[in-house]
């Protein structure tokens, strides 16, 4: 019997697990937090997006770093097998806007349930509390696993699924980085994917907490369009976060690396054309002819959000509506559908969602996950420098490495 270790309990080692004991293999999981898929938790804002029911080259192309690297493994383990395998355990799913697929129960601990049951049944053992701090390899191949205690598992075939270095409180600090990088694996530069950016413009403090939907950010890069957006977002005491502004961040943090001038031009109205946008200016200030300009935004913007906008528009609140130049009005329409925000920085590679970088892929099959350089050794997840965009991508990109590295840890000789 194989005995194959697999190091990290998120949702690729699990699967890893799973793949490597339906084949027969003696598996254990060695995970250093006191329980299974802690991060697996959080996701989906506790919903959990397992995965995304598109086509195979559809999500591919959402996984913005290194997606081409995943199309073995996703072929062989795509969407429908994550919600079939999740479905026949008894969680059945959901798809939702933009194709994203939850648990009916909205429970993202179900979906981690599901995954350790499943475990059991298969007799696979889970050593929680169990930090690795080294992989063994003799004459490039794989000999043994030591842990922080000093204890040692000897194995076959070790699967290392330690996650990125994005939000270490959920176990995921880096640990394999080094694992790997002593064993001769190259490291790509690690940053953070899908991050909140940083403003200079102080006012968002003043709307922290707003959520828009339905609004369009645009990203300039040194004054040119790099990418737009379209969806929900949401101010913070720092700046901005929210979907959109998670999925442009991996361009933001591209160019503020190159030392770029990074903006963010908010459409809050990119439904209406630039004539549309100013008959409803128009009509709303024949309404509140009487009244000062602030009080006359209040159909158009959320409270809060009036004085920045007209801060911006150069306006001032309280001038009376009836003296609004014609000027002035199509200067306000201008600053509706161009906002303008200043990036900063990114937030750290901690309140990352996802780490960009990572063991890189040149140095991993991407058939079987197997390492170039070592044998026996295996990467599945989040490790590997492969990101996604917001959607159920980056789970479905770590559930087909973890099935491809657990499949092929038992079959290959
Ligand atoms: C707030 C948030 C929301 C998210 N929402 C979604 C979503 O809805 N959909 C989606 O597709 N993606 C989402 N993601 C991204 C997704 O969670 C990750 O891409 C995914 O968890 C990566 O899986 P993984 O198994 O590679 O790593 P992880 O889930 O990070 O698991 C790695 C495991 O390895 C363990 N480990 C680390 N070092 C050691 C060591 N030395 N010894 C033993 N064990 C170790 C860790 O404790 C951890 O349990 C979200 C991420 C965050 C932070």
Known sequence: MKKIIVIGA???GMMAAIKAAENGADVTILEKMKRPGKKMLITGKGRCN???AATVPEIIKNIHGNGKFLNSSMRAYDNE???YFFESQGVPTKVERGQ???PV???A?????AMVHKLHELDVKIETDSPVSEILAHDGEIKAVKLQSGASFKADAVILCTGGASYPGTGSTGDGYKMAQKLGHTLVDIRPSLVPLETEEDWVKSVQGLSLRNVKATLL??????TDMFGEMMFTHFGVTGPIILSLSRAATEALANDSFVELELNLKPALAEDVLDARLQRDFAKYQRKQLGNAMVDLLPHKLIEPVLDAAFLEMDKPVHQITVEERHRLGHTLQHLPLTITKARPIAEAIVTAGGISVKEINPKTMESKLVKGLYFAGEVVDVDAYTGGYNLQAAFSM???AGNWSVWND
């Open 402 to 404: 973890g099935a491809a």
């Open 10 to 12: 998120g949702p690729a």
């Open 81 to 83: 097998d994550v919600i």
């Open 100 to 102: 994203r697929v939850f």
């Open 221 to 226: 890069v040194d004054g040119e369009k790099k």
């Open 105 to 107: 129960s909205d429970k």
């Open 50 to 52: 397992i995965t995304n």
């Open 109 to 113: 601990q179900d979906v981690v349930d």
